[in-house]
């Protein structure tokens, strides 16, 4: 079956760093274009960044561009957000997302991010 294992999230103070991974299985990886969301309290979930299958299109919501790194492996099955200078309003839970056309679309169960101030 689908699994997701998110992991790297935690509490770090403004101006660090994290680096979030998410592994998968059970789908075809690689046919897939990869995606964080994040969800802060009381907000809707955003999107955040996308990687396409082959890693030649990255997208990201201007807030992380310049700060914020998306990549994969295929290899691996494994998407990767490499956040620097974080600041509070980066706290929120962070999801990844798997979605391909004509197939089921998949979400991870998502890692918290806390920046302290």
């Known amino acids: 079956q689908v699994q997701f294992m998110e992991f790297g999230g935690g509490l770090v103070q403004a101006g660090g760093s994290l680096r979030l991974s998410c592994a998968t299985s059970?789908?075809?990886?690689?046919?897939?274009?990869m995606s964080w969301f994040r969800q802060a309290p009381g907000k809707e979930r955003e999107f955040v960044a996308s990687?396409?299958?082959?890693?030649?299109?990255?997208e990201y919501t201007d807030s992380v561009k310049g700060r914020f790194t998306i990549s994969r492996d295929n290899a691996k099955s494994t998407v990767y957000l490499q956040m620097n200078s974080l600041k509070p309003e980066d706290t929120a839970v962070y999801y990844c997302?798997?979605?391909?056309?004509?197939?089921?679309?998949?979400w991870g169960q998502g890692t918290q991010v806390i920046v302290s101030s």
């Open positions: 997302k798997a979605r391909a056309a004509l197939r089921p679309t998949y």
């Open positions: 059970g789908f075809t990886f690689s046919s897939y274009e």
């Open positions: 990687i396409s299958k082959t890693s030649s299109t990255l």
